[in-house]
């Protein structure tokens, strides 16, 4: 069971939205926040990335690299952090498919990104994303993430020149982007200094636990059971989890289980007796219960409010 995998499904609750962006200096692009993660991949040129609520420093960016918003935040792109952002118009965008178009500046050098939002639960967001810094930068780098690197060639090879099967490639390049992204960051991470689930992720003893857990949540886990995953004793495994992951194992469990619901809930038409067993409940009374004091809705109730905003 792939771990990081099931946490990002658990929280998407839509494709994508996406925009090639194409600036000629001098240009700046002042961008609100949203709801959902934001990205940013330099196609070609060279720009400036910085936050607006902040007094951090501009980053630089290059052809190939990477920045990833959390949590949507507001921030500027620009040529130059001495050009006067603007907040696009708009009639500036047009519907270029496979992804819409903003085109802004001057007549100097020329930049070309892809820039677009992961629509996640910010309500009920996995325990990993909220460890994430609020912005990861991934630098192109010769021989490091070989898969993001193919995957951002291949992105740019086909908007820069779409052909057969391009509206079919594309959203599918823009969905698994955010997959490379994550775990480029994660490897990145040094093991002797990682921590919570940039470490958890890859220990010998917790991986294996949260694969099992994810694997098949309406199994009968016990705190002993999982720790015979993980190799360890009862006590050493519960503190190693707890540290790593910010949570006791069967909170966590909980947690996944009721996350696993709500996705049943919103993506498929199971009764909701099989939703309550497929998350490991004995009954649909002892299900709602839960359900609703995590959720504050009654399952059928979230059901059909997830359906009605979608």
Not at 119 to 132: A, C, F, I, K, V
Request: glycine fraction near 10%; aromatic fraction near 8%.
């Amino acid at each position: 069971m792939d771990v990081l995998s099931e946490a990002l499904a658990s929280m998407r609750t839509g494709a994508p939205n996406s925009v090639r962006t194409d600036g000629r200096a001098p240009w700046a692009l002042r961008l609100p926040p949203t709801a959902g993660a934001g990205f940013h991949v330099v196609l070609h040129g060279t720009c400036w990335f910085y936050p607006t609520e902040d007094n951090t420093r501009p980053i630089a960016l290059g052809p190939g690299d990477v920045v990833f918003v959390r949590d949507g935040a507001g921030h500027i792109l620009a040529d130059h952090p001495d050009t006067t952002p603007e907040i696009p118009r708009p009639e500036q965008y047009t519907q270029r498919p496979p992804v819409g178009a903003l085109q802004l500046g001057g007549d100097g050098p020329a930049t070309s990104l892809l820039c677009g939002i992961y629509h996640l639960d910010g309500q009920r967001p996995h325990p990993l994303l909220g460890q994430l810094p609020e912005v990861i930068h991934l630098p192109a780098r010769h021989g490091r993430h070989p898969e993001l690197t193919a995957a951002i060639q291949l992105l740019g090879a086909e908007l820069d020149n779409p052909r057969i099967g391009s509206h079919g490639i594309v959203p599918t390049l823009i969905d698994s982007l955010l997959l490379y992204i994550l775990r480029a960051w994660i490897e990145d991470q040094p093991r002797s200094r990682a921590v919570g689930w940039a470490a958890a992720l890859r220990d010998p003893a917790v991986a294996p636990a949260l694969e099992a857990m994810h694997g098949d949540p309406a199994a009968p886990w016990t705190v002993q059971s999982l720790a015979d995953h993980a190799g360890l004793s009862r006590a050493a495994f519960a503190r190693k989890f707890n540290a790593m992951v910010g949570e006791p194992p069967l909170a966590y469990l909980t947690r996944w289980r009721l996350t696993t619901a709500a996705r049943l809930l919103r993506e498929d038409d199971l009764a909701i007796e099989k939703v309550a067993a497929r998350a490991g409940y004995s009954s649909e009374f002892a299900f709602g219960k839960a359900f609703k004091r995590e959720y504050g809705l009654a399952p059928g109730q979230y059901r059909r409010q997830a359906r009605a905003i979608a």
